[in-house]
């Protein structure tokens, strides 16, 4: 099984998405290996962010990014990182389909409520940077099967 990176961001917990978003996931099939609410310190961000680094959004990003605490999740399942990306939807929410998260809930590409690993790639990489092994959980569900 694979596993995903996704955040709720900082808007996301301010406008109190946290409960909705994560239920969305939990409802899909994906199962929560990781779950943490963090302020994100200013040096991960960047490094979180860093194929960003020197483009114009940079700073703002990181600005908001670490504005206020956000709950960083692992999330496993069968294509598990396509999966969370198609249900957040289009880095705009202006294009992002209507039914999607950031399509449901966002205004702005500044504001766009959660974040999600763009590869296996990258979500290897985020997941070992905000989670310690000890923090990722592998259990059974008994639902598996009618998932699956
Ligand atoms: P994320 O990494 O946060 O999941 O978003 P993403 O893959 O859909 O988009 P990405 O290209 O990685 O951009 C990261 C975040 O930067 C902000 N952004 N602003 N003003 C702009 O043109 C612009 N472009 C990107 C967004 O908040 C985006 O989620
Ligand atoms: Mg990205």
Do not use: C
């Not at 239920?23 to 979180?48: D, N, T, V, Y």
């Not at 709950?71 to 929410?93: C, F, H, I, Q, Y």
């Amino acid at each position: 099984m694979e596993r995903t990176y996704v955040m709720v961001k900082p808007d996301g917990v301010q406008r109190q998405l946290v409960g909705e978003i994560i239920s969305r996931f939990e409802r899909k099939g994906l199962k929560i290996a990781g779950l943490k609410l963090m302020q994100i310190p200013r040096s991960l961000a960047e490094e979180h962010y860093g194929e960003h680094k020197g483009k114009s959004f940079f700073a703002p990003l990181v600005d908001y990014i670490t504005s206020g605490p956000v709950v960083a999740m692992v999330l496993e399942g069968k294509d598990a990182v396509s999966t969370a990306r198609e249900m957040m939807g289009a880095t705009n929410p202006l294009q992002a389909a209507p039914g999607t998260i950031r399509g449901t809930y966002g205004m702005d590409i500044g504001r766009n409520v959660i974040h999600g690993s763009d590869s296996p790639a990258s979500a290897e990489r985020e997941i070992n940077l905000f989670f310690r092994p000890e923090e990722l959980v592998s259990y059974d569900r008994s639902l598996d099967r009618w998932i699956y």
